[in-house]
């Protein structure tokens, strides 16, 4: 099955500053890659996903890179905000199979 | 729109006792999923149907969950006889589609059960 690894476990970045997660996964099948925010007694929300034939996608300040080959995806967060600071969940899935989650990553925002 | 709907929001029950987790989906949504999630696990999917078909269950952890979707609009998820390890908080999700996962799911505000 797929293992999903995410990192860090906590990070702390000074309001205005960028913010990068990272995941790795371990089957090349997987094709579909979400990153939830979930604050904090909140439900996981879908900030961002990107798909296995795309290689970069962007909405506003939140960007998510696939890297196929080294078969690692990361979240860009750029400009933060306290309003960023929550637990931030990737994902990776194939059409059919399970749904993994990686372990999360605490962000604080610092003003 | 109401959004995917749970309940309880909150149980407290003794080891033993049959638990029920209900959820109501997104109206028209026909894609249903129930997750768990603890401290030591993380987000776990627990089960998923597509119009009211159970699609994937191996993420049940064992026979004593069960769930059911007996119409588009109503999901149960079940615990029977329930444990101490089983407290966590359950989320429901739906989406619209064919039930495919890698569709945009909408979650719940999840019911946060507590086993004793």
Known sequence: ?111 | DAGVIQSPRHEVTEMGQEVTLRCKPISGHNSLFWYRQTMMRGLELLIYFNNNVPIDDSGMPEDRFSAKMPNASFSTLKIQPSEPRDSAVYFCASSAGTGRLEETQYFGPGTRLLVL
């Open chain 1, 1 to 111: 099955g797929e293992n999903v690894e995410q990192h860090p476990s906590t990070l702390s970045v000074q309001e205005g500053d960028s913010a990068v997660i990272k995941c790795t996964y371990s089957d090349s099948a997987s094709n579909y890659f979400p990153w939830y925010k979930q604050e904090l007694g909140k439900r996981p929300q879908l900030i961002i996903d990107i798909r296995s034939n795309v290689g970069e996608k962007k909405d506003q300040r939140i960007a998510v890179t696939l890297n196929k080959t080294a078969k690692h995806f990361s979240l860009h967060i750029t400009e933060t905000q306290p309003e960023d600071s929550a637990v931030y969940f990737c994902a990776a899935t194939y059409t059919g199979n399970q749904f993994y989650f990686g372990t999360g990553t605490s962000l604080t925002v610092i003003p």
